[in-house]
C-alpha cells in the first residue's frame, strides 16, 4: 500500500519559516520525482517545488529564494524548507510523486499570518 504523509504544517507569522516533510512508503522512492503542490482557497492547486532523482530542482517563480526542496532517500522522505513565509503562501501544501509513480499526499495546513 503505497502512502505520502505529509508533517510540519502549521500557523507562523509572517516572516517566520517552517519546514514540511513527507515519509513515502510503498513506492521505490529513490527512482521518482518529487514534488510539493499547494492549494490556497478558491485557486487551482500549483506546483511550488520539484526534486528529480538525481536532485536537479525547479520552483515556482513565488518561492525561489525562499523555499529550498531536498530529499533523504535513506528515509525515503522529501522536505520543503520555507523561509521568509508570506500571507499569500497560506495554502494546503501536497506531496506528490512526479514519475514514473503518481500519488499524493493528503495534504498539511499552512497558515501564515500578517
Known amino acids: 500500500q503505497v502512502q505520502l504523509v505529509e508533517s510540519g504544517g502549521g500557523l507562523v507569522q509572517a516572516g517566520g519559516s517552517l519546514r514540511l516533510s513527507c515519509a513515502a512508503s510503498g513506492i521505490i522512492f529513490r527512482l521518482n520525482a518529487m514534488g510539493w503542490y499547494r492549494q490556497a482557497p478558491g485557486k487551482q492547486r500549483e506546483l511550488v517545488a520539484a526534486?528529480?532523482?538525481?536532485?536537479?530542482?525547479n520552483y515556482a517563480d513565488s518561492v525561489k529564494g525562499r523555499f529550498n526542496i531536498s530529499r533523504d532517500n535513506a528515509k525515503n522522505t522529501v522536505y520543503l524548507q520555507m523561509n521568509s513565509l508570506k500571507p499569500e503562501d497560506t495554502a494546503v501544501y501536497y506531496c506528490?510523486?512526479?514519475?514514473?509513480?503518481?500519488?499524493w499526499g493528503q495534504g498539511t495546513q499552512v497558515t501564515v499570518s500578517s
Open positions: 506528490r510523486t512526479l514519475g514514473p509513480e503518481d500519488y
Open positions: 526534486i528529480s532523482p538525481g536532485d536537479t530542482t
